[in-house]
């Protein structure tokens, strides 16, 4: 029996602000530390994520960020295991009142058969904080239930399970909301945050782009021209950025995408598929490296230059490793308005995970994107762990060593940075999709952003979701980033 298929999907909005002792973050990352490594396809769905291990020492090993990217969920249906352990919440939204008991129900299938006699061990608290209740039941007609006690304060509480049958573990999550539409973010916005980006930028654009295209016969289609784009930028120095362009074949002018990356090193290879529905597409690639190099190239960067990219320069707003990575990003779209065959004024964006946070960043920073979607973003309220809230991906204050000694500076480099404070300044339609369970980029901190558009918002929300990407979310942003562009060109042809 796929249990899995019978929870439903909801849509919903919320918001939250808690106070904090980064004394007890000290205290959990010096005693459990922070695992990184590839996340194991085949255990928990894949959790790609920076974990956090929670006080007490769980008995989970923690999921750890793939830099390949997020993952994508196949359309096709997967093969289910002997054993399938799934949690919901009693309430079928998954949202409760502060004060109001959130129960959990496990249900367990061995064969097709539900499991009887057996005992599930679970851990209850507030994401990526300490416990506040662990224990063990037992299953009985294959489903058990879980107090999991209340919140009083806005949050997200997560109930983790395993069961071990026949000598193997099997492990499975629930994320409860409490009073969400009141999460707040705790990081401030500077006072010279719109000053500082509009010099930047301003001071970019002082370089010719010195586009130069070269065509990729070997992913040309009969539809689609492919090419690798590289163009320029001025930060200190002169710099270069690469992406993957499609341009329909067909004599036109075509509205425009840019797909921003999840985070890793390996470069995506051009989106042919929506290109082919009469769509420029830009894929970048915000390392500064050409886009059709081999997989050992790659791989060496990973290994080398590019290794822990997210972290460097965290202290200095001028010199932290997304600086450049949003100039080259805004940058893109001259490069947009510069192809003769773009329409001249549709133009969207989209991306997932830290694409999510450069697809909200670069639309607040450059008002000619008309429509942007936003997956899971990353790179959310990076200072909620100092507040006893789960922070944004990817997870700066759960590690002291990056900035004990220097807190103060870290903090102010990184509000220029923060997702949260680029959502204030949008003012275009939006689509945000994610999940509840995400473990990589935690609903608190995306949450806290998301709260802060007041820009026309559409969000689809499934409840049970990790850091990955479903066919339905796939299919529900392209469409309605898609449909729009195509009404707003022929709304412009028109005349009205």
């Known amino acids: 029996m796929d249990v899995i298929n019978n929870v439903s999907k909801f849509v919903y909005t919320i918001n939250l602000k808690l106070p904090i002792r980064k004394e007890m973050i000290r205290d959990i990352y010096s005693k459990f530390g922070v695992l990184s490594g590839y996340v194991n396809a085949y255990r928990a769905f894949a959790f790609c994520s920076i974990a956090f291990i929670f006080l007490s020492g769980v008995f989970w090993r923690a999921q750890a960020q793939d830099l390949k990217g997020i993952d994508v969920v196949s359309e096709k249906k997967k093969t289910t295991t002997a054993v399938e352990i799934v949690v919901v919440l009693e309430k079928q939204d998954w949202i409760y009142d502060i004060g109001e008991e959130a129960v959990f ?74 009073a969400p539409e009141e999460i707040k973010p705790t990081v401030k916005q500077p006072k010279d945050f719109s000053v500082f980006w509009h010099t930047a930028i301003q001071k970019s654009k002082s370089v ?122 805004t940058r893109a779209v001259d490069l947009i308005y510069d192809l003769p065959n773009f329409d001249g004024e549709n133009l969207g ?53 990056l900035y004990e000694g220097k807190e103060k500076e870290v903090l102010e480099a990184l509000s220029y940075y923060d997702v949260v404070n680029f959502a204030a300044h949008i003012n275009v339609p939006g689509f945000f999709s994610w999940g509840f369970n995400d473990a990589t980029t935690p609903p608190t901190s995306f949450y806290a952003a998301y709260n802060m558009v007041q820009a026309p918002k559409q969000t689809f929300i499934i409840p049970e979701g990790e850091h990955k990407i479903y066919p339905p979310q796939r299919q529900k942003t392209y469409n309605w980033l898609m449909d729009n562009l195509r009404k707003n060109k022929a709304s412009s042809q028109s005349g009205t």
């Open 349 to 401: 964006a989209w991306g997932s995970s830290q694409g999510g946070a450069l697809s909200i960043i670069t639309t607040s920073l450059d008002k000619r994107i008309d429509y942007f979607v936003a997956l899971c973003p990353a790179m959310c309220d990076f200072s909620g762990y100092l507040y006893e809230r789960a922070g944004g991906w990817p997870h700066f204050f759960l590690r002291p060593e």
């Open 105 to 178: 129900v496990v249900k367990a299938y061995k064969n097709g058969v539900a499991c009887d006699n057996e005992k599930i061990q679970f851990e209850i608290g507030p994401e990526k904080m300490p416990l506040t209740k662990r224990g063990e039941v037992e299953i009985k007609g294959g489903e058990a239930l879980i107090s999991g006690g209340t919140m009083q304060k806005p949050g997200f509480l997560r109930c983790d399970v395993k069961m071990d049958v026949d000598g193997h573990p099997y492990n499975a999550r629930a994320t409860a909301a409490f």
């Open 208 to 329: 010719p782009l010195h586009k130069k295209l070269t065509l990729l016969e070997n992913r040309t289609t009969e539809d689609v021209n492919v090419y690798q784009v590289e163009y320029e930028f001025l930060s200190e120095n002169v710099e270069k950025f690469y992406a993957v362009l499609c341009i329909p074949k067909k004599e036109g002018k075509y509205p425009a995408i840019i797909r921003f990356p999840g985070a890793g090193w390996a470069p995506l290879s051009g989106d042919k598929a929506n290109s082919a529905k009469g769509f420029i597409t830009l894929d970048l690639y915000i390392h500064g490296k050409p886009v059709t190099e081999s997989q050992a190239y790659y791989e060496d960067l990973k290994n080398n230059e590019l290794k822990d990219y997210m972290y460097k320069g965290i202290d200095n707003r001028d010199s932290f490793y997304y600086h450049n990575v949003l100039l080259g990003c």
